[in-house]
Each structure stands twice: as C-alpha cells, then as structure tokens.
C-alpha cells in the first residue's frame, strides 16, 4: 500500500511549491500554469518499485527519520520523500494500534455503509489512480475522515503521508498549498482541524480546486457545526470523525459529483428555472402567506432548480443568504431523496449564514409519485415540525388551488435556439445588476447542453473549456477581462464586465467580428428575457415577533450546536 | 393525493429507533410500498402519514447516525409505541439501543409500547427467506439485493453468498433480555405488561417476513390508545368535522397503501 504514495509523490516532487502564507506572499511564479501539452507517458507504470524494494526503503528511512525532521532544508531529490514516507510510517503506526484498540474505530468499522462500490475499490488498482480527481480529508492527527474513491482505512497510509507533507512543511512555518507535477495537481486546503487534500488531472486551476474543496468543507460543516467540530478536537486530537459522519458519505459524493457536472459551484450563482413572471410571483405569494413563528426561509425547488425563495424580513436585513448554501441545500435534498412519501425534518446548518449554529429543515415533496416539485422550509426552532408541517398544508391548498403544479410542469430550461443567434451553442451569464436589490442572491442562467453537447464526454469537455476559460479570467497573476480561445472544435468567448460574466460556446469557424455581434444580440435577448430568468424581486414575509432575535444573533440558537448530543459520547 | 393526505389528524404516534444499517426505513418501506429496495441513510427523522382503517397513525423513521441524536427526544416526544431495531447480524446493533436509544424514549406517553425487532433475519435463519404474506411479487428483485443487503453485515463475519446463511450475533433470548431491562429501566411491572414474547421479533424487511405481522400487532395494541384519544375529544365542545367524513371509510386491513 505504501509504495503507492511513494511513487506518486516521486512524480510529484520535482515540482514541490511552498508559500508562504503567513504575509499573503503569493510565488506564483514556480508555478507552470500552461498545462496545454499533456504528455502521454505513464510515470506510475516505470515508477512502481517491487514490494520487495518497498521494504527496504522503508527499514532504511525509519532508522534516519530524526535527523532528517529535524533538517528542514532537505527538500531535494527522492530523499525527501523517503523521508516523508517514513514519517508518516511512523505516525501510523503510532495511531494505527491505538485506533485498533478502541471501540470507537470498531464502531466505525461495523457501521461502514459497504454497499457503495467505490468505496470497496482497490486501492492499489491502476484504475484507482486512473480517476479525474481524487478527495481526501482527513484531521489534523493524520486520521481518515472521507475518501472519495476507495475506503478510508485502505488508504491509512496514503493519507499518512498527506499529513506528513502538511506538517513537514508546518515546521519551518509555511503552509503547504500544492504540489504540481506533469499530470497532477495536488491542492491542500487546512480548515481548523481539518485538512482537505484534492489531487486531480483536470486542467482545473489550484484556486477552482480550491474552491471545491471549501465545498466539501462546507458539506461537512453543514452536517456537524464548525463550532461541535473544533470542540470534539479540542477534546480529542485523534477522534475518529467518521463516527458522526457515518451515513453521511453519499452525500459527500453527491457534492462532488455535483461540482463535476453543475457549473453553478463553478461560477457560485444559483440556477433558477425559467417561469413566467406571474407564475414565480404568484408562487411567491403562496409561500408568503404559509408562515409560523421562527421560519426563516421558504424554498420551492423543481426539477433541482429554483423556482422561488421567500426571506424572512429580519434575516433579509441581516445577510443574504448564499449561493454556497443553497447548493448545499439542493445537494441534501438530491442525496436524501431515496424515500420520497415523507416529511423530512431535519437540522442544517449553512455554514456561510451562520457556521455554528443550526436550521431546520422541512422537506417535503409536493407531487408524490413524481417528486420534481420539493418544498424546502427553514426554522430555527427544533420543536416546530408540527407547526411547520402545518404551513406545507397551506401551501399545497393553495397550489392546488391554483393549479400551479400542472403548471410549473410544463416550466422547462430553454434551448439556446430560442436565443436565435447562429453560431451559438451554450452561453453561461451571470449578471452582477440585479436590480432592486444588491443583496440579492447571485444567479446565473444557461441553455440546455444540446448537440453536440449531449453525451456525457461531450459534456464533461465543454465544461472542461469553461472551467478553463473562468481560470485565465479569475487568473490570480494575471486576470483578464475578456478572452477569445479557438479549442480544437469550438472557439470560446468569455468576457467580464463591472455588470456581468459571460462565458459563450460558438462553432469554431466563427470569426472574431462574428462572436462579437453574437453576444451583442445575445445581451439583448437576455435583457428582454429577464423577468423569466431570473428571481427578480424576492419576497420577504416576517415571523420574528421581536426583530432582535434574529438566527444570526439568538444565543439560544448557538446552544442547539451543543444540544446535540455528541460531546456526550465522547 | 394532496386532498386525501391533508387536515388528517394523526390518532397515535409510532416511533423507530435503532442503529444506522439496520434497516428501519427499509421495514416501514416494505410495509406501507409492499417492496424492497436499495435506500440511501436518512437525514433527521421521516414523517409518515399511514391510514389503517379509520385511523391515522404517524409514523417517525428516524436516522440511526450519530450525529443525530440530539434531535430523537423530539421525535419520541408523546410517543405511543417505539420500535427499537437492530440487525440479528451484529451484536453492536443491540447494545447500541441500550446504550444510546433507551434514554430518548424518555419523553414517550408512560403508557408506550416497545417492541425490539431484530431485523435482516433472511441472513440467517432459512425460514424468513419466505415470504410470510402471500402479496408479495418481487421474489425476482431478491437475487440482486442479496448482495446489497449482505453487505451492511460486520466485517468479522462470514460474507453471505446467495444461499449461505450468517451466523447470527442475536438470538432471540438476547432481545427478549434486552425487553426485560427496558421494562425495568422504564420502572414497568412484567406481569402486568406486554410478554416479551409477544413483544420480541425477528423480521426481514427484503423477503417480508413478519414485517406485516410487526406492525398489525402493534397498531391492534395501539386500538386502546386511540379510541380513548378519540374519546378524549369528542368530551371537547370542538366539533370534528373530519370525523364524519372518515367514519365513512370502512376498516379494510391495510389495502388502503
């Protein structure tokens, strides 16, 4: 098992980049962001040593690891990786026979969900190392929290060296960001106790790697409390934290799939499905009236879009509410959709709203057996199931009423033909102006993927080329405004302005006047359609009697975080 | 579907505790859909509205996770019979409920009912391989969820390969033991309650087997509970005008799903 890491980070080393955090120095400049020349070879293949080899290297380095800790100047050649292995051999063992002792871990073991199959991958498969991107998180002790592919425990020692990388380079007081090499980029991302590690072969930037890994962050944050997760370590350094995620990891790779093949996480906005006007306000109005004391956002969601969300006034007041959380949100409801009959009533936190305390969430679909249409209702009271309960009766009579169901069925993503430009194969448009309010959620509004888009590959390509054309616009060293990019079967426009970011798909013998015209007929068309594509005035409702005691600042909130019972277990 | 589920007042509350993997919702899903199928672990707790004859009983499956626990007092809050599960394959299943569900029944009715089923017997014992009831057609669906529910099984023990039994971690005199300390835990008299005998089940929630049986008994021992519920309101001056509408609908065992 260990030679794997061994090898993998030999590919890796020669690129090894530190930076330093601590005065936001950023060097960018080892960095080789050209990654357009893939090359073909297969390093893993002539790297992987014989067990035999394994073995040795091993013995060898574990008698020299003091001396080689304590010289932190040694960053050269395979030294430094050896060096590394051996520690976190070390650290293994360490926590390995402790782990195995304790009933928490044999807890864990038993309760593993084995079913999914990619967790019972072996890791030591060519296929394993195969995949676009690989994730990892694990605390600060070295321990195994999630891997995406293949169980946590088979990858102890992989994991090992993570850490041992981490706080290799913690010693001279740098934080490790990541490690480039021909064909992977590995991103580390440290979040309190918890360390997230992203090794991935997409062309994706550090910074959108980044990015995604806060998701997961996030993701776990909104399942346990930043605050419930610092004082479980601060109680004890080796928790095994699987224990309380348990269950859990299908809605992590819900995420990550997500993230793959949404590119709402990619531009942070909100998808919201095109409505007439008049349908969206008069949802809206439905929803306004449905309220109890203590419930702060009303959510009605189609076909995994939006179609409209109601604040309450205080906490509209306060802070808007996020599109990270509502991703987060969606991406519980898509993952907790298994038995669809029944009300759902569970705690959420949003971890951009208020990352230490709780909501509760009521989820209930509203047109059993097809459950499209969800109802998503946020309070801040524990208790308030039956009440809330009670406000989805409401809202059902008066969609009922109003036919509205039938009609948000017809309710469809458009096709880029409606647009009518020729040439023109996708867009993505995410407006900065959102009228009215500067506080409103940030959306953004796309066509369907049609051909040649439609296979998945096709698919995954296209994204590919947006996520790379959004890296050289969101370049940290060198942002640009606009970027015209003739790909291999389609030229690519992406253009950032003070009021929007546009990112377009055109055929690829389209000229650069061509595109041009294109996105001036497109804005136009945008312009005309905005009222359907977007929520344009969000409702508010008020159910705080006493506006002081809005979620942000409720003490008695932040003590449901502690109510939950697992410092108890402990 | 809306008009039927809505303005119904639930007469009694049942609650499921039990473990993560035990296979809670996939009893109550086998019960009210007739079927078996793949389920994915519920966040929080599930409310279910379920008709039996005239009356409405609401049903909690609530997540065995960890990180749920805070909320399980609220969902067994005025609870009128609990189910706690656990799986006849692994041990810790049990003596979880003991050590981290018994206490949220706490805030249940004094007069709750409990019932300790042992789940996923088709794993181990031939009999339960059967369907009980004769309604059930998915026989054709056991050969690919063989493997799916063979897997949620401990580590340590023997991976079940279509036809090759587990051995079991529980047998019934453990639950039965298991529903003597709850009596006792809930200051309960044994002779003046429910036998454990009657009270003790082994189910399977894949092939059916005394999962109707389960849930019969207990809503027959839940019919007190009710009428006297049902009493307690008509002695109200509040007029239910959903009373005379429901009456209506006979007592239909269980073909109202």
């Known amino acids: ?570 | 579907m809306p008009e039927v589920s809505k303005l119904k007042k639930p007469d009694v509350k049942l609650v499921l505790l039990g473990d993560m993997n035990v296979g809670k919702t996939s009893l109550l899903h086998r019960y009210t859909e007739r079927k078996f199928k793949d389920t994915v672990s519920t966040v929080g707790g599930a409310f279910f509205l379920k008709q039996w004859g005239p009356y409405n009983i609401s049903i909690w499956d609530t997540a065995g996770r960890e990180q749920f626990h805070g909320l399980g007092s609220m969902y067994c809050r005025g609870a009128a019979a609990i189910i706690l599960t656990y799986d006849v394959t692994n041990w810790q299943s049990l003596v979880e409920l003991e050590e981290r569900f018994l206490s949220l029944t706490d805030t249940a009715n004094h007069d709750c009912i409990y019932a300790v089923v042992g789940n996923k017997a088709d794993l181990t014992d031939l009999t339960a391989q059967l369907p009980q009831t004769s309604d059930l057609g998915d026989q054709t669906k056991s050969e690919e969820s063989q493997v799916l529910s063979a897997c949620p099984t401990p580590p340590a023990s023997p991976v079940s390969i279509s036809g090759v039994l587990l051995r079991k971690q529980v047998t019934h005199d453990d639950a039965v033991a298991l529903y003597g300390r709850i009596l006792r835990y809930k200051c309960l008299d044994e002779k003046s309650t429910l036998p454990a005998e009657k009270m003790c089940f082994e189910t399977s929630a894949k092939t059916g087997y005394n999962v109707d049986s389960l849930f019969e008994t207990l809503f027959d021992l839940l019919l007190p509970s009710i009428l006297r519920k049902r009493n307690e309101n008509q002695e109200s001056p509040t007029v239910d005008l959903e009373d005379c509408r429901t009456s209506g609908g006979k007592r239909g065992k269980a073909s109202c799903c």
């Not at chain 1, 346990?224 to 269950?247: C, M, P, V, W």
């Open chain 1, 1 to 570: 098992m260990c030679y794997q890491c061994c090898d993998w980070f030999k590919q890796h080393r020669p690129h090894l980049v530190e930076k330093r955090d601590s005065n936001g120095l950023n060097m960018e400049g080892a960095v080789d962001s050209d990654t357009s020349s893939i090359t073909t070879e297969e390093p893993q293949t002539e790297a992987k040593p014989s067990s035999d080899q394994v073995t040795n290297t091993e013995t060898d380095s574990i008698s020299n690891t003091e001396d080689a800790a304590t010289d932190n100047s040694q960053s050269d050649s395979g030294e430094f990786v050896v060096t590394m292995l051996a520690k976190a051999k070390l650290e293994e063992q360490g926590l390995g026979v402790k782990g195995r002792s304790s009933p928490l871990l044999e807890a864990g073991t038993q309760d593993m969900p084995a079913y999914m199959s990619h967790r019972e991958e072996d890791v030591t498969a060519e296929s394993w190392r195969q995949h676009r991107k690989h994730v990892f998180v694990l605390s600060e002790a070295g321990k195994p929290i999630y891997s995406r592919y293949g169980s946590e425990e088979a990858l102890s020692s992989t994991m090992g060296v993570m850490m041992a990388l981490v706080s290799f380079v913690q010693t001279s007081d740098n934080i490790i960001r990541s490690v480039y090499s021909d064909e992977h980029t590995v991103v580390f991302l440290q979040k309190g106790p918890l360390v997230l590690v992203c090794v991935s072969c997409t062309r994706q930037s550090e910074q959108q790697l980044r990015g995604e890994l806060m998701y997961v962050y996030y993701q776990i944050i909104s399942m346990l409390t930043q605050a419930s997760i610092s004082r479980i370590f601060e109680h004890k350094k080796n928790y095994d934290l699987r224990r309380l995620l348990a269950g859990s990891e299908k809605i992590l790779d819900g995420l990550l799939n997500l993230v793959d093949s949404d590119p709402s996480f990619l531009l942070g906005a909100v998808h919201c499905l095109p409505l007439a006007a008049s349908l969206r306000d008069s949802l809206s109005q439905i929803l306004q009236k449905a309220i109890t004391s203590n419930l702060v956002f009303s959510i009605l969601i189609a076909k995994n879009q939006l179609l409209t969300i109601v604040q309450e006034k205080t906490v509209i007041e306060d802070a808007r509410l996020e599109p990270a959380d509502v991703h987060l949100l969606l991406n519980l409801i898509g993952a907790s959709s298994a038995f669809q009959a029944g009300e759902i009533w569970t705690p959420i936190c949003l971890p951009l709203f208020n990352p230490d305390c709780y909501f509760y969430a009521y989820i209930s679909y509203l047109d059993p057996p097809e459950c499209t249409v969800c109802l998503l209702l946020l309070s801040t009271d524990k208790e308030a199931f039956y009440a809330v309960a009670e406000c989805k009766r409401k809202i059902e009579e008066a969609m009922t009423a109003q036919n509205s169901l039938s009609l948000i069925d017809k309710a469809q993503s458009y096709s880029v033909s409606q647009v009518g430009v020729s040439d023109l194969r996708h867009f993505m448009y995410k407006p900065f102006d959102v009228p009215d309010n500067y506080r409103q959620l940030s959306q953004f509004t796309s066509p369907e993927m049609e051909a040649p888009y439609s296979s998945e590959e096709e698919k995954t390509r296209l994204l590919d080329l947006y996520r790379y054309m959004h890296s050289r616009i969101h370049s940290t060293s060198r942002p640009l405004k606009l970027i015209y990019h003739v790909a291999e079967k389609e030229t690519m426009l992406a253009w950032v302005t003070s009021k929007f970011e546009l990112y377009t798909c055109f055929s690829p013998l389209v000229t650069k006047a061509c595109a041009i015209t294109a996105i001036t007929k497109l804005l136009r068309w945008i312009k005309k359609e905005e009222d359907r594509l977007f929520i344009r005035y969000p409702p508010k409702y008020s159910t705080t009697p006493n506006p002081s005691k809005s979620s942000r600042s409720s003490k008695s909130d932040q003590q449901d975080s502690t109510d939950n019972g697992f410092l108890s277990l402990l």
